[in-house]
């Protein structure tokens, strides 16, 4: 009987031990979505473009593109109830949702929250991305769906589906957790404009936005983020490359952004392999700058290391008409002989060597 005991001891201790894997799909209602939001909320039409872009080399736009070019919405989750109200909640359609946890974390310290949206459900299952979540004790959230995937109103529902799940998964600090944002092409309608409104996020990725308009956020400027561009990608192209690079230029010239941003040289609309340890390396090291490591989210929100400008170090910007893999000299924001204003913002020297080597070789070769 001794064997069969012991066997069965090692089968309900695996089990124990076994990766959390969750999902859920819920009916939302289309007023959720960005799209409806712009439509029916009156933001499409708001007049608070204030003009920041109209500096910059190409030219000032007609009333129409300002208007157009301005994601820095003034809406209140009142006034998005009201227009609900008014207009109706539009069709139901399936959000599907996606937690695990390693099965080592028995305190998720943050959590990587992932729109489903093009490359979204590949980054999910990364492998190199569960490795992280494993040494860093983080959990993985996704959701894909069109209520959500291109972003979403009112910030809470994400915070209610954490809370949600978990409890179920039985790690109630989700509701409290730091999180990591990643969006690709209108994704970034998630990860760039979330920021703005909410104090739990450590950092954040746009991967090839398909409207670099919508990373311009002021409220999310001492948020940690990174845009990455496709050299060959033609949503970089419209309505040019320089203009499409000026919205993190002027964050930065304007707001002091703690931003950087990356072109991939010979590389479309999709990430690929030698993209991923640009973003890795960028969830890592923003990760340990601000999020400490006494951090308990079962005693309530975290509150994350605020960063200064001062103690990153600076990047030369990606030049449009030279192209191609470019060598972009970097260094301490005190030594830095380049325009401090625009360049990119690096949070340290290991990142800053990272993000070179990206750009100069399209690739990350160093462990």
């Known amino acids: 009987m001794k064997p069969f005991f012991l066997v069965a001891a090692l089968l309900l201790a695996n089990l124990h031990a076994a990766d959390i894997e969750l999902t ?38 007609s009333p129409q593109q300002a208007v157009e070019r ?28 996606d937690l695990w946890v390693p099965e080592q974390t ?43 995937q291109r972003g979403f ?32 092409s ?23 936005p ?29 309505p040019s490359k320089e203009e499409n690079m000026g919205v993190v230029e002027a964050m930065r010239k304007k707001h002091n952004a703690l931003w950087n941003y990356a072109v991939e040289p010979k590389t479309g609309h999709g990430p690929g392999d030698k993209t991923w340890p640009l973003v890795f390396s960028f969830l890592r090291h923003t990760f340990v700058a601000r ?22 170090s600076l990047g030369k910007n990606w030049d449009a008409k030279q192209g191609g893999y470019q060598t972009l000299t970097t260094g301490p924001f005190a030594s830095f002989a380049g325009d401090k204003a625009t360049a990119s913002w690096l949070i340290n020297a290991d990142y800053a060597t990272d993000w070179q080597m990206f750009q100069r070789d399209g690739k990350i070769t160093r462990p």
Request: aromatic share 12%.
């Open 106 to 148: 028995t305190v998720a310290k943050g959590i990587v929250v992932i729109s489903g949206h093009g490359s979204g459900e590949a980054l999910y299952k990364h492998p190199e991305l569960r490795k992280i979540a494993r040494e860093l004790h983080l959990a993985i959230f996704k959701f894909v769906g069109n209520p959500m």
């Open 291 to 312: 999020v400490t490591a006494d951090a308990d989210p079962l005693k309530g929100p975290v509150k994350l290391t605020a960063l200064t400008v001062e103690s990153g």
């Open 210 to 238: 398909g409207t670099a308009y919508q990373v311009y956020q002021p409220g999310a400027a001492q948020i940690p983020g990174l845009v990455i561009f496709g050299e060959d990608d033609a949503f970089f192209a419209r």
């Open 153 to 184: 109103w009112p910030r809470s529902l994400l915070y209610e589906r954490l809370r949600t799940f978990g409890q179920r998964a039985k790690h109630p600090e989700l509701e409290n957790a730091p999180l990591f944002l990643y969006g690709h």
């Open 186 to 208: 209108n994704g970034t309608g998630f990860s760039a404009i979330f920021p703005a409104e909410s104090t739990r996020v450590w950092g954040w990725v746009s991967m090839r």
């Open 24 to 61: 859920e799909t819920l009916q939302l209602p289309e007023c959720h979505s960005l799209g409806w939001v712009r439509a029916n909320a009156q933001v499409k039409g708001q007049k608070n473009w204030n003009g920041v872009l109209d500096e910059a080399k190409w030219g000032a736009p």
């Open 70 to 97: 301005s994601w820095d919405w003034k809406l209140t989750d009142e006034q998005w109830q009201q227009a609900v109200k008014e207009k109706g909640e539009g069709k139901k359609e399936d959000v599907k949702f």
